[in-house]
């Protein structure tokens, strides 16, 4: 076990929380949370909240693994979550389909169901016959889909909430509206305060690399930005979470619908466009025309936070200085398999290969090889 009094966490998205959350739960009693602006109200906030490790899979590799790692905590994770705090994240099982309406959608779900079956993964191809008599309002020009019954989704915003809520049921500090602006070996600095720490995890997405700091070297993680839209139906018109290979639409529990997203290079700009939006609603349309009469309730965005090579940066930069952020596509997927290892290593656990994959120090290793 590392010698520990007081952790500080950077950040209060869905990753911060939920380290904060495993933490305690291991008996670590002084947690902090330092937050630049609310809690929770940026990429975790954003995010559609699909539990998606097979639909966006790509090869199998450490990345996917971890990814169904912690998607198999997520029945623990939420069952344990509404004891402690009331709140029912919905997570919802009812898995995900994945649609073809042009040829290239074809030939690309045929591709996908190929190498996921001789792997052994849990995939059903459909025709559209199959498809429509499971979700009656996608569209008649659907050709065939694939069907994943272990991608789930989990209603984001209320994760953040129930984190949130156990983090105060359980004395763990949060300062909102408090930005580190500097990091040293035992200081985190913030406009009027200088916290000292013993442990200090950086939690804070896709902002890691602008605080500042002589005595490490943090990785470069960029901002990608996500644009999303939502409709209100007064019943739920569809079962499952659905995708096409241009995007994808989130039924929620109460009728609301969730369609995204937009994959952007543009900086720290948390605008929304109309080009982009338009282009949702294109192919948010393609999936399910009788969409087309509803109108939107919301739009909004959020920052992906991305390493160069699109994987999660997770583990030390010293004894004491741990990051877990980079999460891209798949913060809220992973937030219990992250929180867990991360705990774990704090309190003395086993030490993870997931280290070693995700190494905060693989770039600048990379460069100097
Ligand atoms: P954030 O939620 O961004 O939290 C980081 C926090 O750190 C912020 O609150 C920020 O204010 C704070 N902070 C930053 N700098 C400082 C500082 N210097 N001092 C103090 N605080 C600081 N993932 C999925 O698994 N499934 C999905 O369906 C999904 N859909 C998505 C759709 C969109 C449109 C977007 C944008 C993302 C989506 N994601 C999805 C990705 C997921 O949202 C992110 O990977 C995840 O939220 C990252 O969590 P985080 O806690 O690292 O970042
Ligand atoms: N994982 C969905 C997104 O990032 O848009």
Redesign the pocket.
């Known amino acids: 076990m590392i010698a520990m009094n007081k952790v500080l966490i950077?950040?209060?998205?869905?990753?911060?929380?939920?380290i904060a959350r495993s933490l305690s739960k291991k008996g670590i009693k002084k947690i902090t949370i330092?937050?630049?602006?609310?809690?929770?109200?940026?990429?975790?906030?954003?995010?559609?909240?699909?539990?998606?490790p097979h639909a966006e899979a790509e090869k199998l590799d450490d990345f996917f693994n971890f990814c169904t790692e912690s998607l198999s905590l997520y029945p623990q994770f939420s069952e344990e979550l509404f004891d402690e705090t009331g709140i029912e994240v919905e997570l919802d099982k009812s898995g995900t389909l994945y649609l073809a309406f042009t040829e290239n959608d074809v030939a690309e779900i045929t591709g996908r169901f190929a190498w996921q079956k001789q792997n052994g993964l849990k995939v059903e191809h459909l025709s559209a016959q199959e498809v429509r008599k499971l979700e009656p309002f996608v569209s008649p020009d659907v050709r065939e889909g694939l069907f994943f019954p272990s991608d789930w989704?989990v209603e984001?915003r209320k994760l953040?909430a129930a984190l949130r809520k156990f983090c105060e049921l359980n004395n763990v500090q949060i300062i909102e509206n408090?930005?580190?602006?500097n990091l040293s070996k035992n200081i985190?600095e913030?406009f009027d305060k200088k916290h000292e720490f013993d442990i200090v995890i950086l939690?804070?997405?896709?902002?890691?690399s602008?605080?500042k700091t002589d005595d490490f070297v943090l990785p470069d993680v960029r901002p990608?930005?996500?644009?999303?839209i939502s409709f209100n139906t007064a019943k739920r018109l569809f079962s499952k979470v659905i995708y096409s290979p241009r995007g994808?639409i989130?039924p929620r529990k109460n009728g609301k619908i969730i369609a995204?997203?937009?994959v952007e290079d543009v900086g720290f700009d948390k605008r929304t466009s109309d080009f982009e939006i338009e282009k949702i609603m294109e192919h948010t349309f393609e999936i399910s025309p009788s969409l087309s009469n509803l109108s939107i309730s919301e739009k909004?965005?959020?920052?992906?936070?991305c390493s160069p090579d699109n994987l999660p940066v997770l583990g030390e930069i010293s004894d004491n200085v741990f990051i877990?952020?980079?999460?891209?596509?798949?913060?809220?997927?992973?937030?219990p398999k992250t929180a867990e290892l991360i705990a774990e290593r704090i309190t003395g656990g086993t030490i993870s290969t997931y280290f070693r994959t995700f190494n905060p120090n693989r770039f600048s290793l990379k460069t100097n090889a």
């Open positions: 950077i950040g209060g998205g869905v990753i911060g929380l939920s330092l937050e630049r602006g609310e809690i929770g109200k940026e990429a975790s906030h954003a995010a559609a909240g699909m539990l998606a989704q984001n953040v408090t930005e580190v602006t985190a913030t939690a804070n997405g896709a902002w890691l602008l605080i990608i930005r996500g644009q999303m994808y989130v995204g997203a937009s909004w965005s959020g920052l992906r936070p877990a952020a980079a999460h891209y596509r798949n913060g809220i997927l992973l937030a």
